[in-house]
């Protein structure tokens, strides 16, 4: 699976928004209504998905999907 | 200064016998058992396998979001989803009240215990960062009444009341206060309680307070029977929902009942055992009559706390008499926790109403499984099957460790 995939199926299913909705230019805040708890939660889920650690100053950069999967590869 | 009176204008429970308030009532009437065994569990690590569990429960969507379910732990599910089914027989939503006038008192004994087992185990095992950001808001006593108010928009006071079995009771009696005093129109209150997991049993059967009556689960929790041997561990909501009974009226609301006395008291003797001569429960029950303005000839039915317990039950007994003398014997007595095993923290919640279905429908749910009562046991407590009679006045009882009381007297509706 493609890492953007991959990142779109973990938002899914803890947004309960459906997959076909969520797009690379998909904002957590703007598009999904996230508040700050959401996002951490979100960021937990990845790191455990990708066995990454995402440090917590860089969290507020990662507003989109494509930040994050793009993040997602720098460090992987 | 005159009190406002306090109109009872929606009811709902969800425990071991049903999930919404006819199933409940039904069952209760017919005597039957909401008492079942916990399957899948480890008996080396559940010494206690039985419980009052509530059975294929799933909370709608549209009272929580299918994204936030996991967030909260099951005692919230059942306080919304009870006060979703109490506010629609209250017709409050529709009231036009102040929403700062509209207030939420849950209580909670232990609030969201699994949550918090389940998260430490996370904790130890995994390390401090993978504990999830709503955990905290997932297991805190007041998010019952914290969720009641984003869902409704009720601005009002909000908190939640824990005094162990008896913070649903003292619950109402607080909100009942509110009212009376004019400094809220109506209220969200009762209680809800879900802590059947390993370790809340392990800690209750380390007291030696719960039944291990593990191969008959129906006929384990068996008040003032000569077999009972500790309580069973019930779980699940009782919601009402009071309002100032001028303005009930005023916007054509049915009253169910009245709240018309509460006492509430301390044995200050010991931490889990009741006092044995009632020093606590029998000035509780008084202070409540006094409220009411009645005496205690007038009580047609009193839900006993009736935990099923060797010394709780006899020291119960014992306070009734002391308070009613000759009409103990007369008045009508029953535990419903022989069905629903005790709802802990909720229990004051459910029973109440129980005492308010009993007033709307005279007819007072049995005590089951009382085959042999035991010597000290000799008033009449409902045995076996339900009894019509034309109630008045009922009396709720609800104690908890901590040596805490509290006891209520509802009244059927009249002009």
Known sequence: METIEKVIKIVSEATKVDASNIKAETNFIDDLNLDSLDMVEMMMKMEEEFGVEIPEDKTEDLKTINDVTNFLKTIN | MQLNRVAVTGISAICGLGNNLDQVWNNALAGKSGISEIKDVDPDKWPVRIAGSVKDFQISEDILAAKEQARFDTFIHYALHCTDEALKQSGLLDAGYDPYMIGSVLGTGLGGFPFIENAHKTYMDRGPRRVSPFFVPSFIPNMASGKISMKWNFKGTNHAVS??????????????????????????????????????????????????????????????????????????????????????????????????????????????????DGEGTIPCMQQALKQAGIEPKDIDYINAHGTSTPTGDIAETNAIKAVFGEHAYNLSISSTKSMTGHLLGAAGGLESVFCIKAITEGEIPPTINLDNPSEECDLNYTPKKSVKKEIKYVLNNSFGFGGTNSTTVFKKYEE
């Not at chain 2, 009556?213 to 779980?235: Q, Y």
């Not at chain 2, 009942?257 to 301390?266: L, P």
Request: aromatic fraction near 4%.
């Open chain 2, 163 to 276: 005094s162990a079995c008896a913070s649903a009771a003292h619950a109402i009696g607080i909100s009942a206060a509110e009212i009376m005093l004019g400094r809220q129109d109506a209220l969200v209150t009762g209680g809800s309680e879900s802590v059947v997991s390993g370790l809340t049993i392990a800690g209750f059967n380390a007291m030696k307070a719960l039944s291990r009556r593990n191969d008959e689960p129906e006929l384990a929790s068996r008040p003032f029977d000569k077999d009972r041997n500790g309580f069973i561990m019930g779980e699940g909501a009782g919601i009402l929902i009071l309002e100032n009974l001028e303005k009930a009226k005023a916007r054509g609301a049915t009253i169910l009942a009245e709240v018309v006395g509460f006492g509430s008291t301390a044995d200050a003797y010991h931490i889990t055992s009741p006092h044995p």
